[in-house]
């Protein structure tokens, strides 16, 4: 199965922390990763139960370490896009449509559940591969923090082992950029460039292209480029 490591964004409640290494650990997954936490004490402690190992664990990152060593980045949001026209937030997926998206992918899978009280912010939602939203009633659609990961863990538990390897997010960075530039060479229009760009990421997110695929794209840029000179 892929490296699925469950990101905690800003947690506020350190019995969130606690609860959320309990039930990653129901479901087999120990890798906790912790960006700008709040003080963790005893009462993490006490929530993580037989857990404790997940929680002396956890690694504490920055957002931009966890973007630039994961080959595909979830963002989890309880903000459903309301229109196709809303690139920040759609397309999003349920938690069991992901099983089939990563589930034969080898490669670094994080998962990202926002703050407790607005969750994740534009940017963080925007650098990741794909949107996930957990399916809730409009009466009372806020789920704790703990009982979010364990509905994403659930779902995930028991994955087959991966068998190719994905273009890394390094990787897929150059690739960003090359569209970027390649967008100045087409002369697309500037004022559509952000979207255009936004959509590219969430379309290759989607795909998880492998490295040959990504290569590939290069390829028949750097040859489209290259008429486009010769033409001058």
């Known amino acids: 199965m892929p490296d699925i490591d469950i990101v905690l ?3 506020i409640y350190e019995g969130n922390v606690g609860f959320t290494a309990r039930v990653m650990k129901n479901f087999g997954f120990t890798r906790l990763v912790l960006v700008d936490p709040c003080p963790l004490g005893e009462e993490a402690k006490s929530r993580a139960a037989h857990a404790q190992d997940v929680l002396l664990n956890a690694e504490i990152l ?9 080959t595909i980045c ?16 759609m397309p999003f997926y349920t938690p069991k449509e992901l099983r089939g998206m990563i589930g034969d992918v080898h490669g670094k899978v994080s998962i990202l559940f926002g703050r407790e009280n607005w969750g994740l912010n534009n940017e963080e939602v925007r650098r990741s591969d794909i949107i996930c939203t957990i399916p809730t009633t409009a009466e009372y659609p806020i789920l704790n923090l703990s009982h979010a990961v364990g509905v994403i863990c659930y779902e995930l538990a028991h994955l087959p082992r991966g068998d190719y390897m994905l273009a890394s997010q390094n990787e897929m960075e150059y690739l960003y950029r090359h569209i970027d530039r390649y967008l100045d060479r087409i002369e697309h229009p500037a004022f559509k460039r952000a979207n255009t760009l936004l959509l590219i990421r969430r379309i290759l997110g989607r795909a998880r292209l492998t490295i040959r695929e990504a290569s590939t794209l290069h390829g028949l840029m750097r040859r489209s480029e290259y008429h486009m000179d010769d033409k001058k």
């Open 62 to 70: 920055t957002m931009e370490e966890v973007f630039s060593r994961s």
């Open 9 to 11: 964004v800003s947690p």
């Open 74 to 89: 979830i963002a989890t949001t309880g903000e459903l896009g309301k229109s196709v026209c809303n690139s920040m937030r």
